[in-house]
């Protein structure tokens, strides 16, 4: 079985910060998350699913969407299993549900913004943001 499990989303008011956590787990990812490049999208009321921030295997490479770029962080723990995502300064047009991906495929680093490149997802952890 396998499994990406996002936690950590809330409540927060605007200017505020919050760490999403992502943990995978299942055979799949047990011996190769390390070399699984990252993904952290999410999905608005009413609006497509949109990219956050990526990051690539080992070499840590980062990718970000211009909307969050210098507020959000995105970092990865291999021993853990884990993906992070640091949100700071948050904004109320920050609330969204929240996902999390992990793709095989191995490509450039804008690339990796395109939702159809990820094999697997989480189910989501909901982020909102009050004025």
């Known amino acids: 079985q396998v499994q990406l499990v996002e936690s950590g989303g809330g409540l927060v008011q605007a200017g505020g910060s919050l760490r999403l956590s992502c943990a995978a787990s299942?055979?799949?990812?047990?011996?190769?998350?390390?070399?699984?490049?990252m993904g952290w999208f999410r999905q608005a009321p009413g609006k497509e699913r949109e990219f956050v921030a990526a990051?690539?295997?080992?070499?840590?490479?980062?990718s970000y969407a211009d909307s969050v770029k210098g507020r959000f962080t995105i970092s990865r723990d291999n021993a853990k299993n884990t993906v992070y995502l640091q949100m700071n300064s948050l904004k109320p047009e920050d609330t969204a549900v929240y996902y999390c991906?992990?793709?095989?495929?191995?490509?450039?680093?804008?690339?990796?913004?395109?939702?159809?490149?990820?094999?697997?997802w989480g189910q989501g952890t909901q982020v909102t943001v009050s004025s």
């Open positions: 991906a992990a793709t095989s495929t191995i490509t450039t680093m804008s690339r990796y913004r395109s939702a159809l490149l990820y094999d697997y």
């Open positions: 299942g055979r799949t990812f047990s011996s190769t998350f390390s070399s699984l490049p």
């Open positions: 990051i690539g295997q080992i070499s840590m490479s980062t």
